[in-house]
């Protein structure tokens, strides 16, 4: 992409809890952090006409920044993916994601209906060559920094190929955005131990064990690792992941209200904040979510970008970094390249046949 051309990225107006309000809030504050940092984007923004139209004019967003495609319908968030597929060729989500394939778009961010957005994405922009199934990859905060983790909800069920694959993606993405030259890799499980877990995810351990990723592969990790920060790659399938995300997400918020409670219990308590406010702030701007919003389906041909379906104006903003700067980097590029330099998925393959 030559420098004067903006980025363009579509946007799902219509997906999330709080759409399309928390959604046109969030490009307004995405703009005037992208003019304070001197990038170049334009949104192209999917919904319904009624609806949308009087908030942008509400939050002064200027045409020169977006351009609008009205829908006829949206994708609700309990829709099954299913009938997304069969039903929702006129959607904002659809549409969002068509105008990827199309060339349209660069990127496309939504808050809605994760299934949808997996099985729409797929389906509509494809799988790089050698991927069974693309996974939610995040970043994700650490006592010593940042860690990618993966899957985070895209596939509840995953065999041993999924998990390989997953392991595989996140180093390359590991590699791309946390800028590590051999990023650590570790399977979460319910134990360390190389007898403990399901059977699929001791098969993948093996494979990743006598794969070129040995010397990264740092075999089982545990939930409390995410915290420590014991790998920059957290492999998981899309059950356990999203759970260990939400479970990860709440102590987050648990600790910052009771600091808040336990100063509100007496005057000395008050009085001590004021010199401990420089350090509450820092502990609670890394302890946000809505830092780290932003999930990229990784796998794909295009680019797609997941927002947490509660998230605010301000967790939308920062999805819609994400997407900036999975285009700028080229984050599917790098990562197909990763994968066909491998020789892992196809020995993965054959050993699943025998």
Not at 125 to 143: D, E, K, Q, W
Not at 170 to 190: D, H, M
Not at 240 to 261: C, F, Q, W, Y
């Amino acid at each position: 992409m030559e420098n004067n051309q903006p980025v363009v990225i579509a946007v799902d107006a219509m997906g999330g809890d709080h759409a399309p309000d928390s959604v046109i809030a969030g490009i307004k504050l995405a703009l005037d952090n992208n003019k304070a940092d001197h990038i170049d984007v334009k949104y192209l923004i999917f919904g319904d006409e009624e609806k949308v139209m009087p908030l942008i004019k509400k939050y002064g967003i200027s045409s020169d920044y977006y351009s609008f495609v009205h829908t006829t319908g949206y994708i609700a968030s309990d829709e099954k993916p299913s009938v997304a597929v069969r039903t929702g060729r006129d959607s904002s989500l659809w549409k969002a994601i068509e105008s990827v394939k199309h060339n349209e778009a660069s990127a496309i961010v939504s808050s809605g209906n994760t299934g949808a957005l997996m099985a729409l994405s797929k389906i509509i922009l494809g799988t790089m060559p050698g991927i069974h199934r693309p996974a939610l990859a995040s970043i994700m905060p650490n006592r010593i920094g940042e860690h990618v983790m993966l899957d985070l909800g895209a596939n509840t069920e995953c065999d041993t190929r999924n998990l390989v694959e997953f392991a595989v993606m996140g180093e390359a993405y590991a590699r791309a955005v946390l800028k590590r030259e051999k990023p650590s890799i570790g399977i979460l499980n319910i134990g360390s131990e190389e007898i403990k877990g399901r059977e699929e995810l001791r098969e993948a351990a093996q494979i990743l064990r006598e794969s070129d990723y040995a010397s990264q592969f740092k075999g089982f990790v545990e939930s409390d690792d995410l915290g420590k920060g014991s790998v920059d790659v957290f492999v998981s399938d899309g059950f356990s992941g999203n759970i260990a995300l939400k479970a990860v997400e709440g102590t987050a918020r648990l600790m910052i209200g009771l600091l808040k409670d336990f100063i509100k219990q007496s005057f000395l308590a008050k009085l001590g904040a004021v010199f401990f406010i420089p350090v509450m702030k820092a502990m609670k701007k890394k302890m946000n979510p809505g830092n780290y919003n932003g999930a990229m389906l990784v796998g794909l041909k295009g680019i797609s970008i997941k927002s947490h379906g509660g998230a605010d104006a301000y967790g939308f903003s920062r999805a819609l970094r994400v997407a900036y700067n999975a285009v700028q980097n080229d984050l599917r590029g790098y990562i197909a390249t990763q994968i066909e330099k491998i020789k892992l998925l196809t020995d993965t393959e054959q050993k699943s046949d025998k």
